[in-house]
């Protein structure tokens, strides 16, 4: 059964803080990786992929993929109360082309 | 650009009937998948399809059917609708030019089964 995790949370930060989200995952052959983030009642919206180990960076977001440890983090800098959402973390499944597993979540809380 | 619609947003019926979710995008994407999502479960992949006429199992594939027969187009039904299937739905697309193959969400249909 190829599984990601994630801690459920809620994690809490102040604003202007660094949020750092984990995420760890079985399948050793995965290739592609996403951080997609839900505000509640709505759709999960991409915010970052990553493919190649090391970090890539957009804006405030930075994905952070190391395939040796099967850890994939998200680090959100300059936190806002508009970043509280739960964030989904997403594997591609290896031979399953295109077909992703998720993990639960993590709920993310920035308080002014 | 009205990218990933879904109908209808808001569904209850009752145990024992058909009901179909649809699925549109105008961005030509040749993939398109069909996920639930159950708190305690996160989302999971019911149905996908690779092109027109292609469609292959997820996770989660009993009770439910697919068909695609137009690109745009990608339906789900719930033959014998069933509690248990109670949830939200999301259908995404994709497109497949180089890896990461990102996957975009539509709304969701929230399904309420009697």
């Known amino acids: 059964q190829k599984e990601v995790e994630q801690n459920s949370g809620p994690l809490s930060v102040p604003e202007g803080a660094i949020a750092s989200l984990n995420c760890t995952y079985s399948?050793?052959?995965?290739?592609?990786f996403f951080w997609y983030r839900q505000y509640s009642g709505k759709s999960p919206e991409l915010i970052m992929s990553?493919?190649?180990?090391g970090d890539k960076e957009d804006g405030r977001f930075t994905a952070q993929l190391n395939k040796a440890s099967q850890y994939v983090s998200l680090l959100i800098r300059d936190s806002q109360p508009s970043d509280s959402a739960t964030y989904l973390c997403?594997?591609?499944?290896?031979?399953?082309?295109?077909?992703?597993?998720f993990g639960a979540g993590t709920r993310l809380a920035v308080h002014p | 650009d009205a990218g990933i619609t879904q109908s209808p947003r808001y569904k209850i019926t009752e145990t024992g009937r058909q009901v179909t979710l649809m699925c549109h995008q105008t961005?030509?994407?040749?993939?398109m998948f069909w996920y639930r999502q159950d708190l305690g479960h996160g989302l999971r992949l019911i149905y996908y399809?690779?092109?027109?006429?292609?469609?292959d199992k997820g996770e989660v594939p009993d009770g439910y059917v697919v068909s695609r027969s137009k690109t745009e187009n990608f339906p789900l039904t719930l033959e014998s609708a069933t509690r248990s299937q109670t949830s939200v739905y999301f259908c995404?697309?994709?497109?497949?030019?180089?890896?990461?193959?990102?996957?975009?969400f539509g709304p969701g249909t929230r399904l309420t089964v009697t």
């Open positions: 961005w030509s994407h040749s993939y």
């Open positions: 399809s690779a092109a027109a006429d292609i469609t």
């Open positions: 997403a594997v591609e499944i290896s031979g399953g082309y295109n077909k992703l597993i």
């Open positions: 995404a697309s994709s497109v497949v030019r180089e890896p990461p193959y990102e996957q975009y």
């Open positions: 399948d050793r052959g995965s290739q592609s």
């Open positions: 990553i493919y190649s180990n």
